[in-house]
């Protein structure tokens, strides 16, 4: 899966005072959501630099998994 780029249309604030003009976050996206977006699971994670939740969860996301793609829509962000 490729990733895909957001890029923030602001300024971030950084809390040491910084700012990061419009900057671009890469995500990868698995599944389709809902009209109501109840089946939106949003995937934080701090200790890689990569956002294919599938390398680093497999068992949790994937098919088959309780987090199916078929079922949810799975987000995460390399953050």
């Known amino acids: 899966m490729n990733p895909k780029v957001y890029t923030y249309p602001g300024v971030l604030s950084l809390e040491a005072g910084g700012v990061i ?40 996301f994937g098919p088959g998994s309780p987090f199916d793609p078929t079922d949810w829509c799975i987000v995460c962000a390399n953050i």
């Open 21 to 60: 003009i419009q900057p671009n976050i890469a995500y990868q996206l698995w599944g389709q959501p809902a009209p109501d977006g109840r089946n939106i699971v949003w995937v934080c994670h701090a200790l890689t630099a990569n956002s294919n939740v599938m390398d680093w969860w497999a068992g949790l």
